[in-house]
């Protein structure tokens, strides 16, 4: 896993300064798509900024900025989905496809210790899921939901990854 590339790939905590960032990657329309369940309006910097103060004040959620070449590039975080631990993730689409979400997602799992964890990622997107897989993590079951991002309902596959899995 380790290459050139991804040895710049680091995580620390989430600080106010980020979310600017956070706030443009997330207004790119195909990774809206890509992520299926995302904000109803993506344009709503009102609904962005309280959903992050609402993730500032929840101190059972764990989450990390992800930093390549010392650029933010995105956010990593673990919280309570449905009643269970889960993980997700978000990069920017121009640093996809260079391994930085599979590095950063491993960094952040040696630093969870909660197993099992789950994530969910739509059945197309084929490339969140291979990111899961790569660190450990095993479909386990399949939903479907309504996203906001595509306006219909989408299939997604469950994935875990259990104490043994990693």
Not at 34 to 59: E, L, S, V
Not at 68 to 90: C, M, N, R, T
Not at 148 to 154: P, T, Y
């Amino acid at each position: 896993m380790e290459n050139e590339s991804t040895n710049d790939v680091l995580l620390r905590d989430v600080i106010e300064d980020d979310l600017p960032v956070f706030f443009v990657q997330q207004l790119d329309s195909a990774a809206n798509y890509m992520a299926a369940f995302t904000t109803k309006d993506p344009t709503d910097r009102d609904a962005f900024t309280a959903h992050w103060i609402k993730i500032f004040g929840d101190k059972t959620i764990k989450k990390k900025t992800i930093l390549f070449k010392d650029q933010v590039v995105g956010h990593i975080s673990s919280f309570e989905q449905f009643g269970l631990p889960a993980v997700s993730y978000w990069i920017g689409k121009e640093y996809w496809g260079n391994g930085i979400a599979t590095k950063a997602l491993f960094q952040f799992l040696s630093d969870i210790d909660e197993r099992p964890l789950y994530a969910r990622a739509a059945k197309d997107n084929i490339a969140s899921i291979r990111v899961l897989q790569k660190c450990g993590f095993q479909i386990s079951g399949e939903d479907k939901g309504f996203s906001d991002s595509r306006g219909e309902e989408v299939e997604e596959f469950i994935l875990i990854l259990d104490k043994n899995d990693q």
